[in-house]
């Protein structure tokens, strides 16, 4: 899957795998964990238990078996080494509301997998938009990542999680008081964006 490209002759494919993880480290350091978007991201990243994949998939099909294969290994993975995945899919539903369609998709398969109560699938997307929001409100940067990202975590974590954190349940809203606070120009500062020629276009979202 991601392949690290030879410092000599990257081939192009090799190269843009990288960058997408490259990319989407950048903003798990810089405005996940930079901002405390999520409390529980710090530990995993350091202890390096998050497993980067990037999908090749360019239809709903193809994501769907990325997917599956990526819940599949999550599921037999050790947590100790692997706690959670991050699956970036660069070439896919650059339309916001695509990808949210598709999560539903995202749900089914984990339950047709028996997975459900075990694993579950969460996203992030470069356009994301919450609803009744304007395409340009900064609260809508606490859901957006570099690239369509579907992210897989394990219930047993996100419950202990929980626990240590008892302030989780707040999280939703101090998060969109800290991009308030930020502002449009204290994000765009922090450098999140997306390196590869990848179109996002601008339908369905911001």
């Known amino acids: 899957m991601t392949t690290a490209p030879t410092p000599d002759q990257p081939s ?9 993880v490259q990319d989407t480290v950048r903003w798990l350091e810089r405005a996940v964990i930079g901002l ?36 599949e290994a999550l599921a037999e993975a050790s947590p100790d080494k692997r706690d959670t995945t991050l699956l970036m899919a660069p070439l896919t539903m650059p339309d916001f509301l695509d ?54 975590l394990r219930e047993e974590s996100i419950d202990r999680a929980v626990e240590a954190f008892p302030e989780a349940e707040e999280i939703f809203e101090r998060n969109i008081e800290v991009l308030e606070r930020l502002g449009a120009e204290g994000w765009k500062a922090l450098d999140v964006g997306p390196r590869c020629p990848v179109d996002h276009g601008r339908k369905g979202g911001a």
Do not use: W
């Open 12 to 20: 192009p494919s090799a190269c843009d795998d990288a960058v997408v």
């Open 36 to 71: 405390n978007l999520c409390p529980f991201a710090k530990s995993v990243h350091t202890k390096g238990q998050i497993h980067y994949v990037v999908s090749h998939a360019t239809d709903t099909r193809a994501l769907l078996e990325d997917l599956q294969r990526e819940l």
């Open 99 to 152: 990808f949210n369609d598709f999560l539903e998709l995202a749900d089914e398969l984990v339950e047709a997998m028996d997975l459900a109560g075990i694993l579950q699938v969460a996203s992030f997307h470069p356009r994301f938009q919450f609803e009744g929001t304007l395409a340009d409100d900064v609260s809508n940067c606490t859901n957006r990542a570099p690239y369509p990202t579907l992210h897989l």
